[in-house]
């Protein structure tokens, strides 16, 4: 028999060491070392090993011929825009998300979908009972559908059970981290065993041609925990994101051999269930405030779809000696660089107020386009001056405090236009860009200074005079920004 090699391997990066330590130098977490056995995969011996030839395998060209559809809708159309059209036989997907936020309920729905559809899809679980499975398919309505349900945690018995019978078209694997394998002498869930576990279903997957699902456990800032070897093995990376105080959830492919990665899917979670959002902008604009300060709709892109969503800003008194600057659903830095370009160019001084940016719906942004409509919403906050409630706002600030163009100019005015919107703010430059047919009023800047001046001369007199230091606030910014322009209106 060989001789057994224990090695400490993080449970974070997968990084192996001799000896025990206290920090991984590979991702830099503190106590993520375990003990495990790394002799290998097999107890045959070394004289055996060094013997055994390698089996024959054909070569095939790129010019075969398939009969098999490349593609199998799930039945979801949120799910299949963000997997690119469907299923791809013989495709491994990882799916992560924060506990509770509904990935066992969006894939229930899935498999239960396909299975009505008449092909064959199993679900196992190797988290709760068949019963506690049934009990949720009871609760969204899908009891009659013919899926496959099973509670099971060896791999070997999961690839001998889905080998015997006609191929499944969909297997879902809930969760990776629970499923253990006799190849390796690990405890379940083990960055050892994680690895090996993935590695034999996707070669089952490979061979057979199913579609395999496979969920995954996420860290304390969001990660999909496990190997990072693992999201390089599988074809798709799929993470399931929201707020669960809210009930919008968003589905967005991190990575995605088969389609792009830029798409999003956004879903409602009701009491039956995971409803389809064919129109987010509607849905995130639903319960928005009109003629609040301090608001801004932004016309995004996310992907090939158009998405209208709130930007939230509140600029208030700071008591602290470091004044705090929070954001949610944005880029921190982005926020950042919009702040210093507002007090450098444009006269804002914010270094004694606190600065608290949202995205409202639980979206993320990532896009830079939104630069413009959150600068208007600081300064909208700032001066407590609404801005108008039929303007939408898109485009990038640069740090010289001009305003440059985004792309897909067209596809933003044509939502904002079928979503009511009656007039758009954006580059000077991406006039051009518009296409002509959206029926909006175009009002372009060519730099932020003039944004910040026509927001600040919307301030009414009654606010001023209520707030002593908005009028005082107000005034820096208009002195700043066109000293003529505001000292004629004063006059």
């Not at 879902?172 to 379940?188: F, K, L, N």
């Not at 405030?289 to 509140?314: C, H, K, Y």
């Not at 954001?327 to 926020?335: F, I």
């Not at 000077?428 to 200074?449: K, M």
């Amino acid at each position: 028999m060989a001789k057994s090699t224990l090695s400490f391997v993080c449970q974070n990066c997968g990084a192996a060491y001799n000896r025990w330590q206290g920090k991984c130098e590979s991702c830099g977490e503190w106590n993520t070392l375990a003990e495990e056995d790394t002799t290998g995969a097999t107890s045959m011996p070394v004289s055996i090993r060094s013997k055994r030839r390698g089996r024959l395998f054909t070569l095939e060209s790129l010019t075969g011929k398939s009969n098999d559809a490349p593609r199998l809708p799930s039945g979801m159309a949120e799910l299949d825009r963000v997997t690119g059209g469907g299923f791809v036989r013989g495709s491994v997907l990882l799916v992560g998300g924060d506990p509770g936020i509904g990935k066992s309920t969006l894939l229930t729905q899935a498999t239960s979908l396909m299975a009505r559809a008449g092909h064959r899809a199993v679900y196992i679980s190797g988290e709760e009972a068949v019963a506690q499975v049934r009990l949720r398919a009871e609760r969204l309505g899908l009891a009659d559908a013919p899926v496959q349900l099973a509670a099971e945690t060896s791999v070997e018995d999961i690839v001998s059970t889905l080998s015997e019978g006609p191929v499944p078209r969909l297997i879902v694997i809930d969760s990776i981290q629970t499923m253990w394998t006799d190849t390796v002498e690990s405890a379940p869930g083990t960055v050892t065993q994680v690895r090996a576990s993935a590695q034999a279903l996707i070669r089952f997957a490979k061979k057979s041609g199913a579609a395999i699902i496979l969920v995954g456990h996420v860290t304390k800032d969001g990660q999909i925990a496990g190997p990072r070897v693992v999201e390089h093995m599988v074809d798709a990376v799929l993470s399931f994101e929201g707020e669960g105080s809210q009930q919008f959830r968003i589905l967005r492919a991190i990575k995605n051999r088969f389609g792009p990665t830029d798409e999003i899917g956004v879903f409602e979670m009701t009491g039956l269930g995971l409803r389809e959002v064919s129109n987010p902008s509607e849905l995130f604009l639903s319960d928005r405030d009109l003629g609040s300060p301090g608001t801004a709709v932004f016309a995004g892109i996310e992907g090939t779809r158009p998405v209208l969503v709130e930007l939230q800003a509140l600029v208030a008194p700071t008591t602290l000696g470091t004044p705090r600057r929070a954001v949610v659903g944005w880029d921190p830095s982005r926020l950042s660089m919009v702040l210093a370009v507002l007090e450098a160019h444009c006269g804002v001084k914010l270094s004694g107020y606190d600065v608290y940016l949202n995205v409202a719906g639980g979206l993320r942004i990532q896009e830079p386009a939104a630069d413009l409509a959150a600068a208007a919403a600081l300064v909208s906050s700032l001066v407590n001056a609404p801005l108008p409630t039929d303007a939408v706002y898109f485009g990038e600030i640069s740090l010289s405090g001009a305003v440059r163009p985004v792309a897909q100019t067209s596809a933003r005015l044509k939502e904002a236009a079928k979503l009511g919107f009656g007039r758009a703010v954006l580059p000077e430059s991406a006039r051009g860009d518009s296409g002509g047919d959206a029926g909006l009023v175009l009002n372009t800047v060519g730099g932020l200074t003039s944004l910040v001046a026509d927001i600040a001369a919307r301030g009414s007199p009654r606010n001023r005079d209520s707030n002593k230091e908005a009028h005082r606030d107000n005034a820096t910014v208009e002195k700043n920004a066109t000293p003529a322009r505001f000292r004629r209106q004063e006059g």
